[in-house]
């Protein structure tokens, strides 16, 4: 799922570096807090140029009977250096979230937390 894509023109060869912070929430499909104590996979990544970099994840999980596990808002935060040719680049922040056949929503973004950083050094 495509959380965010930022264009930038290069006037030469350059290295980025780009960095995200991406709040997550993750619930039941009604928008309810899990309870049934089995992990869901969630994570984001950049895109650059059909290449994948900055990759983080992580697990949800929580339980009824003890009370315990992970609750909302979960934070995503990745970064990687990307060598660029000059000329226009498209910068896709992906989000991905995966529960088999459990119910599960993923809400990605939409937070005054969140952030895309873009540096880039000749």
């Not at 991406?22 to 895109?47: E, F, H, K, M």
């Not at 994948?52 to 909302?72: E, K």
């Not at 459990?102 to 973004?109: H, P, Q, S, V, W």
């Amino acid at each position: 799922m495509i959380l965010h894509t930022e264009s930038i023109t290069l006037i030469e060869v350059a290295l980025a570096y780009i960095n995200f912070i991406v709040r997550t929430s993750i619930t039941t499909n009604q928008g309810n807090l899990i309870t049934d104590g089995t992990p869901r996979v969630y994570g984001a990544y950049i895109t650059v140029n059909e290449n994948n970099y900055g990759i983080t994840s992580g697990a949800y999980r929580r339980d009824t009977f003890n009370s315990t596990g992970v609750t909302n808002p979960l934070i995503l935060n990745g970064s990687g250096y990307i060598p660029l040719s000059a000329g226009t680049h498209d910068i896709v922040i992906r989000g991905y979230a995966f529960a088999g056949t459990l119910n599960m929503r993923a809400t990605f973004g939409n937070s005054a937390d969140d952030r895309l950083q873009i540096v880039v050094q000749y």
